[in-house]
């Protein structure tokens, strides 16, 4: 357990502001009035977490052999796996916050173009080597 902590300090600190994130009641602010902001805020979420988990999964495995379903595993299913469990739980367990499926394809999507992000540095990584 402590491994993980060791290898992806950043990763965690990014979960746990998205977990804070997820289940805070923002203020009302004039940026509410821009149409479809909550998605982007989604998208920007989840791309920096799947982002984040790409960055550490290939500074932790540098100068090994990188095994690449197990960054996918990381790195993707398990945001947007975490994405959906936190919708419902928003649906079910808050008031304030209700679970949106367009938040959730929000969240997958940044979390899919964040780790074609990362798949491409693997691969220029792999050239080099």
Not at 24 to 51: A, Q
Not at 91 to 113: H, I, K, Q, V
């Amino acid at each position: 357990m402590f491994y993980y902590f060791r290898k992806y300090p950043f990763s965690l600190a990014v979960v746990l502001a998205v977990v804070y994130l997820s289940f805070f009641k923002p203020p009302s602010t004039e940026l509410s009035t821009i149409p479809n902001i909550d998605k982007i805020v989604h998208f920007c979420m989840y791309f920096g977490l799947s982002g984040m988990l790409w960055l550490e999964f290939l500074r932790a495995h540098r100068g090994r052999t990188m095994p690449l379903l197990h960054a996918f595993g990381g790195a993707w299913l398990c945001p947007v796996l975490f994405s959906g469990g936190i919708e419902l739980l928003q649906a079910y367990c808050t008031t304030y916050r209700g679970g949106d499926w367009l938040d959730f394809a929000a969240n997958s999507l940044g979390a899919t173009l964040a780790s074609l992000v990362g798949y491409a540095l693997f691969r220029q990584r792999q050239r080099r080597a």
